[in-house]
C-alpha cells in the first residue's frame, strides 16, 4: 500500500520557520521525483518545488525562492521543506507528491498557518 504522510505543519509567526516532513512507503522511494504543492482557501493548488530523484537538481515557485529548501534523504524515504521567513501569503495545507511516469501519489496534506 502506497503511502505518503505529511508532518510539521502548524502555527507560526511572520518570519518564523517550519520544516515539513513527508515520510513515504510501498514505493521505490529512490526512484520517483518528489514534489511540495500548496492550496490555500480558494485557490488552485500550486507547485512549491521539485527535486529529482538522486537530489542533485531543485526547483522553486518564484514566490518562495531564496526562503524555503527541498531536500531529501533516501535512505530514509522522507523528503523534507524547510520554510524560512514564512509569510501570510504561504498560508496553506501543503501537500507531498511523488512521480514517476504515470505513477503520481498524494499526501493528505498538513496545514501551515503564518499569523501573528
Same mark, same amino acid.
Given at each position: *500500500?502506497?503511502?505518503?504522510?505529511?508532518?510539521?505543519?502548524?502555527?507560526?509567526?511572520?518570519?518564523?520557520?517550519? @520544516?515539513? %516532513?513527508?515520510?513515504?512507503?510501498?514505493? &521505490?522511494?529512490?526512484?520517483? #521525483?518528489?514534489?511540495?504543492? @500548496?492550496?490555500?482557501?480558494?485557490?488552485?493548488?500550486?507547485?512549491?518545488?521539485?527535486?529529482?530523484?538522486?537530489?542533485?537538481?531543485?526547483?522553486?515557485?518564484?514566490?518562495?525562492?531564496? @526562503?524555503?529548501?527541498?531536500?531529501?534523504?533516501?535512505?530514509?524515504? &522522507?523528503?523534507?521543506? *524547510?520554510?524560512? %521567513?514564512?509569510?501570510?501569503?504561504? #498560508?496553506?495545507?501543503?501537500?507531498?507528491?511523488?512521480?514517476?511516469?504515470? %505513477?503520481?501519489?498524494?499526501? *493528505?496534506?498538513? *496545514?501551515?498557518?503564518? %499569523?501573528?
Amino acid at each position: *500500500q502506497v503511502q505518503l504522510v505529511e508532518s510539521g505543519g502548524g502555527l507560526v509567526q511572520p518570519g518564523g520557520s517550519l @520544516r515539513l %516532513s513527508c515520510a513515504a512507503s510501498g514505493f &521505490t522511494f529512490s526512484t520517483y #521525483t518528489m514534489m511540495w504543492y @500548496r492550496q490555500a482557501p480558494g485557490k488552485e493548488r500550486e507547485l512549491v518545488a521539485d527535486i529529482n530523484s538522486r537530489g542533485f537538481t531543485t526547483n522553486y515557485v518564484d514566490s518562495v525562492k531564496g @526562503r524555503f529548501t527541498i531536500s531529501r534523504d533516501n535512505a530514509k524515504n &522522507t523528503a523534507y521543506l *524547510q520554510m524560512n %521567513s514564512l509569510k501570510p501569503e504561504d #498560508t496553506a495545507v501543503y501537500y507531498c507528491n511523488a512521480k514517476k511516469g504515470l %505513477s503520481n501519489y498524494w499526501g *493528505q496534506g498538513t *496545514q501551515v498557518t503564518v %499569523s501573528s
